[in-house]
Each structure stands twice: as C-alpha cells, then as structure tokens.
C-alpha cells in the first residue's frame, strides 16, 4: 500500500469499515499519475488538493465512491483524461459525479455567473447530494490554504463562501463544515474584527471555563443520581458565531460570551426528556427558551432539545440535549446517512434521496430556479431564504408549508401561487380575520381571499413586510412590469428631494454625463433605469445622492468650488502664513488656510492653490480634489511647512470598533487623556455591529499623533483606528 494513503485508510476504516480500500488506491493511482506535473499556488504538488478533499469527506464517514471521486474531481477539468476515459475505469456513478463538480467548477465568476453556479450546484445536487458535499469539502480545504492568492480574490472566494457555501453546508445539517468555513472566512474579510473577538474571547477564557466547568460537575452529578448515562461537555464557541449573535440579538460581546453553552449526549429519545427533567429541577428554565427540535425537526434534520436555565451566580447556561445518532447527524448532516443508512428518508444506493425525506428544501430550491428567469435575482432568494429560520404553517387542507421566520399571510399567499399572491386582499389565520402584515407563528392554518377583478394586482406596501424572497420578487417583477413610468418619475423626484434637502446644487449634481457615468457604475444600461431603479426601492435615493457627491470629490469639494469660484473680496483678519505653519515660497507675507478636506499637518507632503478672496488653500498631495485643483496649473503654488510654537493643527481620525455601550465615553476620554481638544464627533453604527466614529482635534505637535492612536487602539472593541483626510472619508 502506498504509504502516503495511511492517513486516509486510517479514517475510512474508522468511520466507513465496509468501504473498498482497493478502488480509493487506484482512483489515488490516477488522480497522481495525471496530475504529476502540476503545483498549486504553494508551491505544494496538486495532488495534495485532492488528497486533502477525499479525507475531510472520510471524516464525514462518506462512501467509497464519494471518495474516489473526490481523488479524482479535478482531473477531468485540469488534465488531459477524460470523461469517457474516466467511466471506462471507474464506472457511471463515480464518472457522473466528478461531471457534476466539473460543472460547477467550469463557471465565469461575477455576480450573474455566481448565481448560475449556484443554479448548476442545485441541478447537479438534486441529481445526487454527493456533488455539493465533495465541492463543499473542496471549498472548504481551498479555504483552509487561500492565504496565497492574491488579495481581491481571497475576498471574492470568502464573501461567496459566507453567502452561499457556509449556509448550504448548514441547511444541509453538515455544522462541522459550516463552523469552519465562516470562521475562516470571516478572518479572511474582517481580519481586524476577527482578531478582536479572539483576543476578548481569550482574555476571558480563564474565568469563563471555571465557571463552565462547576456546571458541568453538577449537571453530571444530577444525571448520575438518576441513573441516566451521559457525555456533559462545554459547547465550543465559533469567534464568527459570537460577531453573528452581537449583531442578531443586538448585544453587546459581554452578554453574549457570558452565556454558557453545555451539550448533553444520552443514549435515547427517552433519555433525552429525563435529562432536560432532572436539569429543570435544580435550575430554573428561562420562560419562551425551551424548543423540542426532537418531535418537530428542523428542515435540515437537526434533533435536539434547546433550553436556557439560570444556572450558578444567577448566570444563564444554554444546553442542548440529544442522542449520539442525532449529535452525529447534527455534525455531519447530510453525509451522516451514509453511516445511518437504515433511517427512513436516507439516500439509498446510489446516494439519491428517496421521496418522503426531510429534503424538502432542495424541492422548493428547484422550483424557484425553474420561475425565476434572472439569475442574480435567484441568488438573492438564495441567500435570503438561507440565512433565516422558518416557521410552518397550514393550508385549510393541511399541507405543511414552510417560510421565513416572521413571514405574513402575503408570504403565504405567494409561496402557494403566484397569482394567488397577487390577487389576495384579505386573510384568515386559525378562523379569524387578520391583518395582511400580521406575523404567522407555528401551527397556524391560513387561509387566503383573493380578489376577481381582472385589475387587482400587489401593493407596494407589501414590499415592506413581507419576509421572503420569492414574495418580495414576484412583488417587484409586477411593479417593474406595469409600473415603470410611474417609477421612473418617482426615482427622479426622491433624487431631487433628498437633494434639496441636503442643500445640494442640483444642476451640478444632476447633469446628464454624471448621472449616465453613476448609472453604468452601478450596472443599469441608462438614466431611466437608474431612475426605475430608485422608485422601486431597488437603491436608495440617499445612496444615489452620496454616490453622485462622491464622483465629484464629496461635499467639501462642492462647498470649495462654490468658494474658489466666488469673487475676489477684501479679506481683514486673516492668519498669514506663520500662524497656519505654513510659508508660500517667494512670498511670506500671503494668506494661507489649511484646507479642511485633507487636514494637512506638518510631515505631509503639500501643495497650495490660489483662491480668488481667500488667499493660498493648502491641501495634502494625496487629497482627492487636488487631481480637479491640477486642471488649472497656473494657480497652484509651492508652500512649505514653518511651524511655530502658537501653530495649532487639525486632525481627523476614524476609530472602527465592535459596537457596545459605553463605547463613545471611552473613546472621548482616552482622547481628553491624551489633552487632546474635540471639535467635532459622529457615529455611525452599522447593521452588523460596527460603530465608525470620526473626531476631529485640535493639536499643536502632530508628533504625538501616534501616541493617540496607541491609546485608543487599546479600548476594548476597538479593532482599527487611522487618520482620515475628510475628502477620503
């Protein structure tokens, strides 16, 4: 046997024994001989690639053709052998599932192609599951080495591993590939962040497994006594689920990281309600916390029961309590049925899924790509419908149907039928009218009115609540259809309003070149979409407008060249040079502001322009409205920096920080420490948690910059502080 195989046979025999050790050897043989001359990025030989693929999925306790395909799922697309070549050797599952990862591998990448992948991936899989499960592992083991490509395609790779890899490995119950990948992703994305979780996470760690640990003793002890047997340990705490938690339950760390999570494994079902009863009674449960995922599982098969207690010191522990059987499957998901394979709904021999399967996911998935026609649309559905829990209700007749959490009987209506969703003007949820926003819960059965005028058609309110993608796509897909005129005006309209309301000069801001340039920018083919586009609440008009400042340098620029282009007037009062620490070559005697764009100080590079009636302005070279300054060289002049002891600078900083209460007191008092003097603070707190503040100070030494910095980079939360030249900000 060859020797480099040990590791792989090792874990198949632990997890598959029956599996055909001979054809993984021989399909290894093949992957090698073809791939032999070949390097990945690292520099390592390509068949460590594959290698490394085929034995995470022998840790999922995958089977022998799952496994040589994985040996040979890049050889067909990188290598001379071929398909047929391949079937004649390996047969007709194997040959057909390497086919569907070359597939899915083939695709351009961008946005449209991104969907269409994922569009391929889901034809592939509902033919067999097996597919996304090797290219899973596959983009799993590519993310565990992605540190040597180049940098906008490490981002491209993690975002996509985020929004579509991450919750397809967790609607597919495979928790272990799903922790894994968004925590390498995350650190990939949102290093400074990640970094920041860790070192919290472990500044605490000491106290926190103390803690974990007394429970864990007493819980055992309890269960002895009632003669349950059982494996109490501590649930390990992934840094991306914590950021994910920060900002679902809109907390800050310390609440979520105080909470403790324990996870009980028994032996049966039965086993599991005594457990959850003898903990009940030495801790009391947290009303509304309890879920019994064991008689209503989950869409992705996940058993378990949930519940919160107040445990010791009055702090609250999170515990799931399960079987062995259903802790496997919660591990490995989908690949767990090939070790569970007399289950009812697990695939058969060919790795199919049998009807009656708790897979119905995959069904609607398909259904969805068959209506939608725009791929990128689809996408959007996909990420949605994958990122939110569901909750099941009843038609009249008492078919299950499941939609996103929070859903309303428009969802409803639309996730029945199409035009059922457009006509409804009217519900009736266990029996009793109800309003069309109002939220479903668990178990309730709906039932729709529709409306027979042939004019009856959606609401644009509707778009407001309702939770689910294909309800808010089809929704759109009316308006866009027969109402784009109207949309085209209103688009123009909230444009010109949000404008005026900021003060802004429309004619400037509004012109045909700059308009048309945004709109291609932003991918719409002209100005008319673009203004469709607004009035259909597809992008903001706010957005619009930013962008629109943005292209001709910001606000400060607009503000400069309304003032740089007003008349010479007589100026008294005004700093010379000397006071603003800065000299005009071959004139001392000149006029000179520090412009507030760029908040020049002494170590950067400068260049002064002539104002017509406010003297010499003085910008950094590196702002952005200096490129539109150079259009008029005639008026730019040398200047050099001649600090003197009254000279007193302006300084911008942003400080990037994991949101948290008191957050702005700390910042502002680390800075007062620092006798530094605060003219100006604004924060912003984003919808995932991070809260960007920009101070500008007044110093007199910009040398001690750098000790500010250091201070406030300190604060807990804080994971990135810079200075910031205002047109840039």
């Known amino acids: 046997m060859n020797p480099v195989l040990e590791p792989l046979f090792r874990t198949v025999r632990a997890t598959h024994p029956k599996a055909d050790l001979r054809v993984i050897e021989r399909a290894y043989d093949v992957a090698a001989y073809h791939h032999r001359d070949q390097k990945r990025k690292s520099g390592d030989p390509y068949i460590t690639h594959p290698l490394a693929v085929a034995t995470i999925l022998a840790e999922l306790g995958t089977d022998d053709e799952t496994l040589c395909a994985a040996l040979l799922h890049d050889t067909v697309e990188d290598t001379a052998y071929g398909l047929d070549e391949l079937r004649g050797d390996f047969g007709d599952t194997i040959a057909s599932l390497v086919d569907g990862v070359?597939?899915?591998?083939?695709v351009k990448f961008g946005d449209a192609a991104q969907a269409e992948t994922v569009r391929k991936m889901v034809v592939a899989m509902s033919r067999d599951i097996r597919v996304l499960i090797i290219k899973l592992a596959d983009r799993l083991h590519n993310m565990r080495t992605m540190r040597y490509l180049p940098e906008h395609k490490r981002h491209q790779k993690s975002r996509e591993t985020l929004e579509i890899f991450a919750p397809l490995a967790h609607?597919?119950?495979?928790?272990?590939?799903?922790?894994?990948?968004?925590?390498?992703?995350?650190a990939m994305l949102y290093p400074k962040r990640y970094d920041e979780i860790a070192r919290m996470v472990s500044e605490r760690a000491p106290r926190r497994d103390l803690f974990l640990q007394e429970v864990i003793e007493k819980v055992s002890g309890d269960l002895r006594e009632a003669k349950i047997r059982a494996v109490v340990k501590g649930r390990p705490k992934h840094y991306y689920s914590v950021y994910q938690k920060m900002i679902a339950r809109d907390v800050a760390f310390d609440d979520i990281y105080d909470l403790v999570g324990i996870r009980v494994l028994v032996d049966s079902v039965r086993d599991c309600y005594a457990a959850l009863g003898t903990i009940h009674a030495r801790w009391n449960p947290v009303p509304g916390r309890f879920k019994d995922y064991i008689a209503m599982p989950k869409f992705n098969m996940y058993q378990s029961l949930h519940t919160t207690v107040i445990g010791p010191e009055g702090k609250p522990v999170e515990l799931q309590i399960r079987t062995h059987a259903m802790h496997h499957r919660a591990e490995y998901g989908v690949a767990a049925h090939w070790k569970y394979k007399e289950e009812v709904g697990a695939p058969g021999p060919t790795g199919k899924v049998k009807p009656g399967s708790d897979m119905a996911w995959l069904r609607q998935l398909l259904d969805w790509q068959k209506e939608t026609s725009d791929p990128g649309e689809f996408l959007e559905s996909l990420r949605f419908d994958l990122s939110v829990s569901e909750?099941?209700?009843?038609?009249?007749?008492?078919?299950?149907?499941?939609?996103?959490?929070?859903?309303?009987?428009?969802?409803?209506?639309?996730?029945?039928?199409?035009?059922?969703?457009?006509?409804?003007?009217?519900?009736?949820?266990?029996?009793?009218?109800?309003?069309?926003?109002?939220?479903?819960?668990?178990?309730?059965?709906?039932?729709?009115?529709?409306?027979?005028?042939?004019?009856?058609?959606?609401?644009?309110?509707?778009l407001k609540f309702v939770k689910s993608g294909r309800a808010r796509n089809k929704i759109r897909q009316w308006f866009s259809k027969e109402r784009r005129e109207t949309a085209i005006e209103a688009g123009k309209e909230a444009i010109g309003r949000a404008m005026r309301?900021?003060?802004?000069?429309?004619?400037?801001?509004?012109?045909?070149?700059?308009?048309?340039?945004?709109?291609?920018?932003?991918?719409y083919p002209d100005v008319s979409a673009l203004y469709a586009a607004v009035g259909e609440g597809h992008i903001a008009a706010q957005a619009v407008v930013q962008k629109l400042v943005a292209s001709i340098g910001g606000v400060d620029s607009a503000e400069e060249d309304i003032a740089e282009t007003a008349l010479p007037t007589r100026l008294r009062g005004r700093p010379r040079g000397g006071g603003a620490g800065v000299v005009v070559a071959g004139d001392a005697d000149v006029w000179v502001r520090l412009s507030k764009c760029c908040t020049p100080v002494p170590g950067d590079e400068i260049v002064g322009f002539v104002t017509r009636g406010h003297g010499v302005s003085v910008h950094r070279n590196d702002c952005t409205n200096i490129q539109q300054l150079k259009a008029q060289p005639d008026r730019l002049v040398e200047v050099s920096w001649s600090p003197s002891d009254?000279?007193?600078?302006?300084?911008?900083?942003?400080?990037?920080?994991?949101?948290?209460?008191?957050?702005?007191?700390?910042?502002t008092r680390t800075l007062s420490d620092q006798h530094v003097n605060i003219l100006s603070a604004s924060v912003t707190t984003s919808r995932d948690r991070v809260a960007i503040s920009k101070f500008t100070f007044e110093m007199g030494d910009p040398k001690h910059l750098g000790h500010v910095l250091k201070a406030v980079r300190s604060i807990q939360g804080v994971f990135d502080v810079y200075r910031v030249s205002g047109a840039g900000s």
């Open 102 to 106: 070359t597939k899915l591998d083939k």
């Open 171 to 186: 609607r597919l119950g495979m928790n272990t590939i799903k922790w894994e990948l968004e925590d390498l992703a995350f």
């Open 391 to 462: 909750v099941y209700v009843f038609t009249p007749k008492g078919q299950v149907i499941a939609l996103p959490e929070g859903s309303t009987p428009v969802d409803f209506a639309y996730a029945v039928h199409t035009e059922v969703g457009h006509r409804c003007i009217g519900a009736r949820v266990n029996g009793r009218l109800v309003p069309l926003e109002s939220r479903l819960g668990n178990g309730d059965t709906v039932e729709i009115f529709t409306s027979k005028s042939p004019d009856a058609g959606p609401s644009r309110d509707w």
């Open 501 to 523: 309301k900021q003060g802004l000069p429309l004619q400037r801001l509004m012109s045909t070149e700059a308009l048309l340039a945004l709109a291609r920018d932003l991918r």
């Open 646 to 667: 009254d000279s007193v600078f302006l300084v911008a900083i942003q400080v990037e920080a994991l949101d948290r209460p008191r957050l702005l007191s700390d910042v």
